[in-house]
C-alpha cells in the first residue's frame, strides 16, 4: 500500500489542451494506473502497460470532441476528468455532455481534488454552453457516489450489468446534473 500525500501547499485544477512536457503525461499515467490497481474505475479493470496508458493520454487532448481537466497538488498532476461532447449529428442532445474517467490516485485523496475536478469539470460545460452533464459510475465506488450526490447530481437509474469485473457483474448508477 502506497503512503498518502503530505498536505500540499496548493491544490487546484485546470484544463489541458495539450502536454507541455513528459512529466505531466507520466504523473497522470501513474496517477491512472494506480487508480485502476485501486478498483477505481476508468475504464480498464487491469491496468495496461506503461506505454500503451502514456499513449493513450497524449491522444486525450487530439479528439476535438474531448475536453481534458487535471487536477494538481504542489504542480504535479494526480488526478483528472474528460468530458465527451456529443457528435456533431446528435442536434436532440447537442445540450448536454458526460463526464466520463475522473479519478484521483488511491494515495492523493482526501484532499478535495476530486471535488476540485469535478467543479472545474462543470465550469468548463458551462463555458462551452453545454444545460446538462451526465456522469455514470460503478456501484462500488462509494466515494464518487458520494461526491456526485453531494454536488448535486440526481441519480436517475441503474443498470443491474453494468460492468463485468473478476468474473462478476457489477450494477451501475446514471447521473444527471441541470448546469445554471
Known sequence: MTQALP???SIFAECLEGFA?????HALA???TAAILDGGGFGWVKAPKR???EQYLRGVPLVPERELIVGRMDGVVYGAAQLQKPSRNNEAQAHAVTL??????????GHGLARLIL?????RARALGYRTLNLDVRETQLGAISLYES???????THPTYAWVKG?????????KTLK
Open 168 to 176: 462478476g457483474v457489477i450494477a451501475g448508477h446514471f447521473y444527471y
Open 7 to 9: 498536505p500540499p501547499q
Open 30 to 32: 501513474e496517477a491512472a
Open 119 to 123: 467543479r472545474k469539470a462543470e465550469e
Open 21 to 25: 512536457d513528459d512529466a505531466d503525461v
Open 100 to 109: 466520463m474517467h475522473h479519478f484521483v490516485a488511491p494515495y492523493a485523496r
Open 51 to 53: 506505454a500503451t496508458m
Open 151 to 157: 454536488e448535486g447530481f440526481i441519480r436517475w437509474g
